[in-house]
Each structure stands twice: as structure tokens, then as C-alpha cells.
DNA sequence: CTTACATGTTGACGCTGTACACATCTTTCT
DNA sequence: AGAAAGATGTGTACAGCGTCAACATGTAAG
């Protein structure tokens, strides 16, 4: 009576609000030291649980570990939004701001979060898989956030379709360019930042960074926007 | 007697070749189940020796991961340079396909070995690390295959400056954008392989996959080979 | 009030990485 | 040659991890 059972208080024994806790423990692990560091007794101990308690919430280590990636990629689409909010214009000026600026949001969130982003683009071999029988067992964490498996078509992928819309909108895509467009700006946004955190560029200095950053946005760019005119072309 | 302590042959008690060994059985750990199954005693079972005989060439089970990750590396460059002879001309057209070939390669090798090209961009905690004394250690891996930490300009690195220059040389790049081009050819390449392994494009068929990755490297290639006429250009 | 269920606890198992002490093979010095 | 020195592999041991089975304790339904 203290508490209801969906409040977060705690009432001694039951939590009320383990599942959600735990995953907020382990994204912790997660944003110093990566996704190697998301243990699953480590989150309990920091709940102040018992580690067993965990796998009333979760199917096991490796499902947590997909709770803090889903974790991780909204935050990352967080800040994705925020920075496109600054240039919310139709224009072609405006669309074109606001894609650099998303895209430099995602690179940014890559340097400054890179235990968080290193999870939210982490694999996991499937846990618990082969079962051909029962299923009435804990949710799985996936079937949490995206109705159909293995597409997160979330947040930024669709903050990404939504500004080609408007590039396509406001003349600056050609129409036969515009499917697959997301593709291209986001592989050249998501490499940079890959290389930039483990990659060749590991060791450049946050001016050499920059510069990086700003060349591979400005190439693919280029490369999306300029108009059909027929030329370097192969196969 | 019987064979050369050097030769990798075995004489009952000394391996001879253990280290080699070790990094073969971890890197074919790798090969299925990525840097999370590259696992020190499973190693040395494998390669029927005792756990801590690694401790003798490896420092840790970090350090085996980091030589697998070069060996990895190692394998992607070999298949790049293999995709790249096969168009050998320094003519524009030539160049270009090369380019275009070894970015296929690039995006085929991490499709066609998930575990190595996850190993060889797998991010390790520095083993052994904020220790300020006595370096008597074992050679650690690292130092073993570039003398700058952290600066691995290997063999891919190189194929790619190499194209570059070709390309200048060939008059289809600007002299001024020749800096900091292969910076923006490699985001598009590794970005494009990332998303399709791990990230929002991992459910897609073969022919998708083969769509988006002809397109990402077109458009990167059209932006980075446009010539500089002056637009598009916001700060 | 009692029964069923959800939720958390304890204990145990096998696995891992790693440190320490010891054995054995090889080389090198006298 | 023989002995000391070093390199290389073995055995044992410990803490920590993920996970399972059995049990305890709250909460809700009849």
C-alpha cells in the first residue's frame, strides 16, 4: 500500500522497477568500457540485486547487452534530432544544414560516447536460439522496441529518409537518385566515425578529426546531390 | 636433433612454432563467432598445449585478440590487392575500376568472413596498461607488426593512397581534394560493410546488398572525382 | 483466508583469464 | 665435456563470469 507494483519505489523485497534499472546499470557499463563490459552481475551489484534476479527481466547476458544497444541507439537518435532541430527549414539551404549538422551529431556522438556507440553497432550471436518449442518465456528485449526482427527502422534511420525527402523536395535530389539515398550518407557518416574510434584514424588529433569529418560529409554530399549529367560511369 | 628449434616442427615438449600456431587456432576461433570467441584456453586446446604456455608469446588474452586483428587486416589486404590486379592500367578508366574493384572486395570480405572483419575493427582495452616500470615483458603484439602504436598504415591503407595517386596522376582528381581523399573513399566502404553486417541493412538479400553497395560507391566516387566547380558548399 | 503467481535469494556447476611455483629442453660459458 | 643460465611448457589455484535448479517471499485473485 506504500507503493503501487508499477512505481518506481522500492518496497524492500520487490523493486518495481528492476528491469528498467538493470538496463540503466548496464548502459552505465556500457559508456565506460564498451560492450564488453555490460556483465551481467556487475548491473546487479550496482542494483543492489541479486544476479539471478536479472533473468526474470532478461533472457541472460546477451539480451541485457541488446537492451543497452537499443538504449544506446535512441540516445544516439537523440541527439541526431536535436541537432537537426537547429535548421528546421524547407529550403534547400535549410535541408542541406540540417543533414550536415545530423550528420556531424552522429559522428560527434561516436567520439564523445564511444562505449555507448561501440554497443549500439556491437553483434551478438543470438542468445537462446535453436528452440524449436515453447516460447512463454521473458520477452527478449528485441521484441520490446521493434515489432519485426532485425529491422530497426528507428528514430534516425527515419530522421535520415525524412530530410532526403525534403532534398528530393526541394529539387536538389534527382527522383531516380532517391531511393537507396539514406544508404550512401549514412555508410559514409558511420564509416567515418568507425574509423575514427578503431580504425586507421585512431590516433588523429580532434582538429585533424574535424577536418576528416567535414571532407567525407562534403564528398558524399557531393556525390548524392550532384545532378545527372552521365559521367564516370562503369559498370 | 631430429629437427631445428626454429623449424616448425614438433619435438614431443618445445612446440617450435607455437606462437604462429596459437594465432592460426585463435584466428580460426575468430573466423566463427567473431572477437568474443577468441578465447586464450580454447586456443591452447586447440593447439594441444597448456593454457599458460600462451602467457610465454602473448601477454594476455587481449594481446592474442590483437594479433588476430592483424592477421585479420592482414587477410583484407590480400584480398583487396588480388581485386586490384586485375585491372592494372594507369588510365583513368583503369584506375577507377580499380578503385571500384578493391572497394567491392573491401565490402565482399567483411560479407564473406563476419568473424575476422568484426576482429580486425574489434576495440580492445589496452592489456597491461598505466604500468610504469620495467617493460621486459613479451613483445605484445602490436609492436610486432608496426613500430608506431596505433598507427597501422598497412598494406590496404596503402593500396588505397596508391589509387589516389593514380587518379590524380590521371587528371580526374583536383590536386587540392588529392589530401584527405582516401579518408572519404574508405568511410563509404567501411560504413556501407558495417551496416549490412551489424547495423539497419543487416536483413537485406544478397541482390539489395549488392544494390547498396554499387550505389554508396558510386555516389562517394562521383563526389570525391567531381570537379571542383564551386557549389553545394555551405561553411 | 487461502491459493496461485510474480519476483527475488541462495547455492552450485563449468567455464574463463591469470598468477605462482615447478619441470624440462636448449644454449652458452668455462 | 660438464655446469650454469635461459627459454619454454606444465600443474595447481583463485577469483569472477554466465547460468541452472530449488527455495523464499511478497502480491493478487478466488
Known amino acids: 500500500m506504500t507503493d503501487r507494483p508499477a512505481a518506481p519505489g522500492r518496497s524492500g523485497y520487490h523493486h518495481g522497477d528492476l528491469r528498467n534499472a538493470l538496463t540503466r546499470a548496464a548502459t552505465a557499463l556500457a559508456r565506460e568500457g564498451g560492450p564488453q563490459a555490460v556483465v551481467l552481475r556487475a548491473a546487479a551489484r550496482a542494483t543492489g540485486v541479486s544476479p539471478t534476479a536479472a533473468y526474470r527481466h532478461f533472457r541472460g547476458q546477451g539480451d541485457l ?13 537523440d541527439r541526431m534530432e536535436a541537432a537537426g532541430a537547429d535548421h528546421p527549414g524547407a529550403d534547400g539551404e535549410s535541408v542541406v544544414a540540417r543533414l550536415r549538422s545530423a550528420g556531424r551529431a552522429y559522428v560527434r556522438f561516436a567520439l564523445d560516447e564511444p562505449g555507448l556507440f561501440r554497443a549500439a553497432f556491437s553483434h551478438h550471436p543470438d542468445p537462446t536460439a535453436s528452440m524449436g518449442g515453447a516460447r512463454s518465456e521473458v520477452p527478449s528485449a528485441a521484441e520490446e522496441f521493434c515489432p519485426e526482427a532485425g529491422a530497426w527502422d528507428d528514430r534516425a534511420f527515419r530522421l535520415l529518409s525524412d530530410v532526403m525527402d525534403a532534398l528530393l523536395d526541394a529539387g536538389l535530389l534527382a527522383p531516380e537518385r532517391r531511393p537507396g539515398a539514406e544508404v550512401s550518407a549514412w555508410a559514409a557518416v558511420h564509416g567515418v566515425a568507425m574509423l575514427l574510434l578503431d580504425g586507421p584514424l585512431s590516433h588523429l588529433s580532434s582538429a585533424q578529426a574535424e577536418t ?20 564516370t560511369h562503369g559498370t
Chains 1, 2 share one sequence.
Do not use: H, N, Q, Y
Not at 214 to 226: A, C, N, P, Q, S
Open 65 to 77: 547487452l541488446r537492451a543497452v544497444k537499443f538504449e544506446a541507439l535512441a540516445r544516439l537518435a
Open 212 to 231: 576528416a569529418i567535414v571532407r567525407t560529409v562534403d564528398d558524399m554530399l557531393r556525390g548524392i546531390l550532384e545532378a545527372p549529367s552521365g559521367e
